[in-house]
């Protein structure tokens, strides 16, 4: 099972680009990297997935390097609403489906 | 999108009592869904995973008798917490995954049930 690591906390002023990245270097061959986002007292919410490269959608960015040991999610100019918990999942493919274990994730905080 | 449903979100019960909570997949169906637990400030730590039609399995040093997952349809999973104890206290998510969903697909989450035992 990859294990992930994540800066612990992250403090950005509004308008900036975020850059938040995860290691994982012992992600296996048909693992896809998975980011989530969470609020206070809520479940959390998909934001991007990607396997190599680059993947981009209407909220982020998902860069991957060649060797995939880590990854970097960008939030363009964060706002006060994306002040959240990010999360770096590495999933294992048994049995068919993909068994997610959460780290500590990276508490985001967005400045005025 | 996909849509997954916790209820309740909230309950508060004493020492001693049974807890239901119910995830419900909305709009798709679900073969397999995940129950986590998250104690404050701390990450989403993984109790059991439930597939349609078997039994759960659970993680180690989670008490499978304590917590009793039944997941009877492709679209509900239950997690009832019985004889529910002041530890127990926490917060409780649940995630599905679609039929037919390739093994890199995302999770669907639901909101969550904050639990509170008195």
């Known amino acids: 099972l990859a294990k992930t690591t994540q800066p612990i906390s992250m403090d950005s002023y509004e308008g900036q680009e975020v850059n938040i990245t995860c290691s994982h270097n012992?992600?296996?061959?048909?693992?896809?990297i998975t980011w989530y986002q969470q609020f206070p007292s809520q479940g959390p919410r998909f934001i991007i997935q990607g396997y190599k490269t680059k993947v981009t959608n209407e909220v982020a960015s998902l860069f991957i390097p060649a060797d995939r040991k880590s990854s970097t999610l960008s939030l363009p100019r964060v706002s006060l609403s994306d002040t959240a918990v990010y999360y770096c999942l590495v999933g294992l493919n048994s049995g068919g489906y993909q068994k997610v274990t959460f780290g500590i994730g990276t508490k985001l905080q967005v400045i005025p | 999108g996909a849509v997954v449903s916790q209820h309740p979100s909230r309950v508060i019960c004493k020492s001693g009592t049974s807890v239901k909570i119910e995830c419900r997949s909305l709009?798709?169906?679900?073969?397999?869904m995940f129950w986590y637990r998250q104690f404050p400030k701390q990450s989403l730590m993984l109790m059991a995973t439930s597939n349609e039609g078997s039994k759960a399995t659970y993680e180690q040093g989670v008490e499978k008798d304590k917590f009793l997952i039944n997941h009877a349809s492709l679209t509900l999973s239950t997690l009832t917490v019985t004889s529910a104890h002041p530890e127990d206290s926490s917060f409780y998510i649940c995630?599905?995954?679609?039929?037919?969903?390739?093994?890199?697909?995302?999770?669907?989450f639901g909101n969550g049930t904050r639990l509170t035992v008195t």
């Open positions: 012992n992600i296996a061959t048909n693992d896809y």
């Open positions: 709009d798709f169906q679900a073969t397999t």
């Open positions: 995630s599905a995954l679609g039929v037919g969903g390739q093994y890199n697909s995302p999770l669907h």
